[in-house]
């Protein structure tokens, strides 16, 4: 089976900042992308940033120049540094990665992380 475990959450004032990280484990071969995704009860699940293993990134619109999504290849892992949180930036933060399990067969498939919570209050 694959396996991540995502780290990291927990409260932070109105501009401070928190470092998520998620490492995978279990029967990989390889990963193509890894990244967040966030979801309350009003929004629903929206992507927060991804990493392609080549090295491109994008970020949401409302996150862009506050959160920077880093990536270790070699120890499958990701990383996210948050800073300037905002209350908005609440929610229950998702770790995915799209993994493939064989050597020989290239097909790719999406595995999520349980969530962790990420709380923005003064």
């Known amino acids: 089976q694959v396996q991540l475990v995502e780290s990291g959450g927990g409260l932070a004032q109105p501009g401070g900042s928190l470092r998520l990280s998620c490492a995978a484990s279990?029967?990989?071969?390889?990963?193509?992308?890894m990244g967040w995704f966030r979801q309350t009860p009003g929004k629903g699940r929206e992507l927060v940033a991804v990493s392609i293993s080549g090295g491109a990134a994008n970020y949401a619109d409302s996150v862009k120049g506050r959160f920077t999504i880093s990536r270790d290849n070699a120890k499958n892992t990701v990383s996210l540094q948050m800073n300037s949180l905002k209350p908005d930036d609440t929610a229950v933060y998702y770790c995915?990665?799209?993994?493939?399990?064989?050597?020989?067969?290239?097909?790719?498939?999406?595995?999520w992380g349980q969530g962790i919570q990420v709380t923005v209050s003064s």
């Open positions: 995915n990665a799209a993994v493939q399990v064989s050597p020989t067969n290239r097909v790719k498939y999406a595995h």
């Open positions: 279990g029967s990989i071969f390889s990963i193509d992308s």
